[in-house]
């Protein structure tokens, strides 16, 4: 069971400080009977969401006595994982440890001169709660106590304490040197994201090695929560750091694990009274266990949104078959919530993530795909959110696609100048075409004018009838064409022939010849 605890417990984070600054506000479950906390200042905080459950006085400024080393082991265990000291590094305890220290104030024993390693320190401090082992870790770490405490304040207030101021490492009564629950619970919950710190804070009991000046001491935790020998022993408590002074009364911050809640209770101000067995009962650990108690009886886990949830309808275009498409969250959320809460009081708030067209979504969908999301509140709070998905998958309808894409690229303003300057060129081309014909048509009749021209011109000179064609004509003019040439033959070979027998008669010859 211890390790259980444990684990949960490692599970808490800075994230959870986050949470609880924004729900600081939330409702703490008004229905319910308040515990009737008697302590004079008291919060109850579900640890991995943050959700604070119960308050009182969270934010009074109060003297938080040995709760102060919750802050100063956490620095020191900072400083750890930062790599400026070693979990082995000999720490030599200096004459100044007890110097801002009271006779009464709690020790381990630790001695000046004494040699201890730095881990064992730190359960020096927290099991024993021993003051001077607080100084000796400042010392250590800061060179001195001043720069330490400095240090304190400025990690405080980064971690968004309003109402906290140190002026010691130890808790030792000061008038400058308070805190609140709330703050304390901020302290706390960043302390306990560290599994080193969890490892000490819920450690029941510790022994010490020997020393130079000491024999092995051993250690036992002042929380009482957490010793199975105790009265006050709490099943599902697993630390943290109880303290006490006259002025700040009994105090205790404790965490505990019940299933899937995870609690940090902070009591201040609380008071050891005799009961009526005669008995004295130190009540900040009865309050404890009782706030404790109230908080795991009346709240869990309630699940305000399944995944079978149908949160709403869109519509899709393009799709196959159909028009519309449901979403459905994809995880469930379960909300910490008071037993009597009025789930039907839950709200929804979803958006579709955006489309091309900004009004509805496209197919092709697969079955699962995100499409946006939704958020549940109740009472003006908001508990958590969830991707919203497709519950089925949708087709494409092909044929639609294709007229949705022409339609989308005859509206682009680009595509139709250049449709325009298209179909200027066609009617271009086409009127070219119109006057290149018609032109051609004229020049066509103009040339069968001329050939019947010349056909006619053709049979009167070749004696040719009016009934001869057009075949017989050029049959004719070629017969003359050849005779023609026949003669111009004829009379080059005769003139040839002449000019060499005479060649002064070849003009006679040949004006003869041409009378002939």
Same mark, same amino acid.
């Given at each position: 069971?211890?390790?259980?605890?444990?684990?949960?417990?490692?599970?808490?984070?800075? $994230?959870?400080?986050?949470?609880?600054?924004?729900?600081?506000?939330?409702?703490?479950?008004?229905?319910?009977?308040?515990?009737?906390? %008697?302590?004079?200042?008291?919060?109850?905080?579900?640890?991995?969401?943050?959700?604070?459950?119960?308050? %009182?006085?969270?934010?009074?400024?109060?003297?938080?006595?040995?709760?102060?080393?919750?802050?100063?082991?956490?620095?020191?265990?900072?400083? /750890?994982?930062?790599?400026?000291?070693?979990?082995?590094?000999?720490?030599?305890?200096?004459?100044?440890?007890?110097?801002?220290?009271?006779?009464?104030?709690?020790?381990?024993?630790?001695?000046?001169? #004494?040699?201890?390693?730095?881990?064992?320190?730190?359960?020096?401090?927290?099991?024993?709660?021993?003051?001077?082992?607080?100084?000796?870790?400042?010392?250590?770490?800061?060179?001195?106590?001043?720069?330490?405490?400095?240090?304190?304040?400025? *990690?405080?207030? #980064?971690?968004?304490?309003?109402?906290?101021?140190?002026?010691?490492?130890?808790?030792?009564?000061?008038?400058?040197?308070?805190?609140?629950?709330?703050?304390? /619970?901020?302290?706390?919950?960043?302390?306990?994201?560290?599994?080193?710190? &969890?490892?000490?804070?819920?450690?029941?009991?510790?022994?010490?090695?020997?020393?130079?000046?000491?024999?092995?001491?051993?250690?036992?935790?002042?929380?009482?929560?957490?010793?199975? #020998?105790?009265?006050?022993?709490?099943?599902?408590?697993?630390?943290?750091?109880?303290?006490?002074?006259?002025?700040?009364?009994?105090?205790?911050?404790?965490?505990?694990?019940?299933?899937?809640?995870?609690?940090?209770?902070?009591?201040?101000?609380?008071?050891?009274?005799?009961?009526?067995?005669?008995?004295?009962?130190?009540?900040?650990?009865?309050?404890?266990?009782?706030?404790?108690?109230?908080?795991?009886?009346?709240?869990?886990?309630?699940?305000?949104?399944?995944?079978?949830?149908?949160?709403?309808?869109?519509?899709?275009?393009?799709?196959?078959?159909?028009?519309?498409?449901?979403?459905?969250?994809?995880?469930?959320?379960?909300?910490?919530?008071?037993?009597?809460?009025?789930?039907?009081?839950?709200?929804?708030?979803?958006?579709?993530?955006?489309?091309?067209?900004?009004?509805?979504?496209?197919?092709?969908?697969?079955?699962?795909?995100?499409?946006?999301?939704?958020?549940?509140?109740?009472?003006?709070?908001?508990?958590?959110?969830?991707?919203?998905?497709?519950?089925?998958?949708?087709?494409?309808?092909?044929?639609?696609?294709?007229?949705?894409?022409?339609?989308?690229?005859?509206?682009?303003?680009?595509?139709?100048?250049?449709?325009?300057?298209?179909?200027? $060129?066609?009617?271009?081309?086409?009127?070219?075409?119109?006057?290149?014909?018609?032109?051609?048509? %004229?020049?066509?009749?103009?040339?069968?004018?001329?050939?019947?021209?010349?056909?006619?011109?053709?049979? *009167?000179?070749?004696?040719?009838?009016?009934?001869?064609?057009?075949?017989?004509?050029?049959?004719?003019?070629?017969?003359?064409?050849?005779?023609?040439?026949?003669?111009?033959?004829?009379?080059?070979?005769?003139?040839?022939?002449?000019?060499? %027998?005479?060649?002064? &008669?070849?003009?006679?010859?040949?004006?003869?010849?041409?009378? *002939?």
């Amino acid at each position: 069971m211890k390790i259980f605890v444990r684990k949960a417990i490692i599970s808490v984070t800075a $994230l959870a400080i986050a949470f609880s600054v924004i729900l600081v506000g939330a409702p703490k479950a008004l229905a319910l009977d308040d515990p009737d906390i %008697k302590s004079q200042a008291a919060l109850l905080v579900e640890s991995t969401t943050g959700q604070i459950l119960y308050s %009182k006085n969270a934010d009074a400024q109060r003297a938080p006595a040995s709760l102060t080393k919750v802050m100063t082991v956490m620095l020191a265990i900072e400083a /750890y994982n930062a790599g400026q000291v070693e979990l082995n590094d000999i720490v030599t305890i200096s004459n100044t440890a007890y110097a801002d220290i009271s006779s009464d104030g709690s020790t381990a024993g630790l001695l000046a001169g #004494e040699q201890i390693e730095f881990h064992d320190l730190l359960y020096c401090a927290m099991l024993a709660s021993a003051n001077e082992a607080c100084n000796a870790l400042a010392e250590y770490i800061s060179g001195d106590r001043d720069s330490f405490v400095e240090l304190m304040n400025q *990690r405080a207030q #980064e971690l968004g304490c309003k109402n906290t101021h140190f002026t010691n490492t130890h808790g030792m009564p000061d008038d400058n040197h308070y805190s609140t629950a709330y703050d304390l /619970y901020l302290i706390t919950a960043n302390a306990l994201s560290y599994p080193l710190f &969890n490892e000490i804070v819920s450690a029941a009991s510790y022994t010490v090695p020997a020393t130079n000046l000491s024999e092995p001491r051993e250690l036992t935790s002042t929380n009482f929560l957490i010793r199975p #020998e105790s009265r006050y022993y709490y099943e599902y408590a697993s630390g943290v750091k109880t303290g006490h002074t006259e002025a700040a009364g009994y105090c205790l911050i404790s965490t505990a694990s019940n299933e899937d809640r995870h609690m940090i209770s902070v009591v201040l101000g609380a008071e050891s009274v005799v009961i009526e067995d005669g008995t004295t009962q130190v009540q900040s650990f009865s309050e404890t266990v009782r706030l404790f108690n109230w908080g795991f009886d009346n709240f869990s886990y309630r699940e305000v949104l399944s995944t079978t949830d149908l949160v709403t309808e869109v519509p899709v275009d393009l799709a196959k078959g159909r028009s519309s498409l449901v979403l459905c969250p994809e995880n469930s959320i379960s909300v910490l919530l008071s037993n009597d809460a009025d789930l039907s009081q839950v709200e929804l708030s979803y958006t579709v993530n955006s489309t091309e067209n900004g009004t509805s979504l496209m197919a092709p969908i697969d079955q699962g795909t995100v499409l946006g999301s939704v958020s549940v509140s109740l009472d003006g709070v908001e508990y958590g959110s969830a991707a919203l998905v497709a519950n089925t998958a949708v087709e494409l309808d092909r044929f639609a696609y294709i007229k949705y894409e022409i339609g989308r690229t005859l509206s682009n303003t680009f595509v139709r100048i250049i449709i325009f300057l298209l179909f200027l $060129l066609l009617a271009a081309y086409i009127a070219f075409i119109i006057i290149y014909n018609k032109n051609r048509r %004229k020049r066509k009749t103009a040339a069968d004018a001329y050939a019947r021209k010349r056909v006619e011109e053709l049979r *009167r000179g070749e004696g040719a009838t009016t009934g001869s064609t057009f075949e017989e004509i050029e049959a004719m003019r070629r017969e003359k064409d050849e005779k023609t040439s026949k003669i111009f033959d004829l009379i080059r070979r005769h003139t040839t022939s002449s000019n060499k %027998k005479n060649s002064g &008669n070849v003009d006679h010859d040949t004006e003869d010849m041409s009378k *002939r």
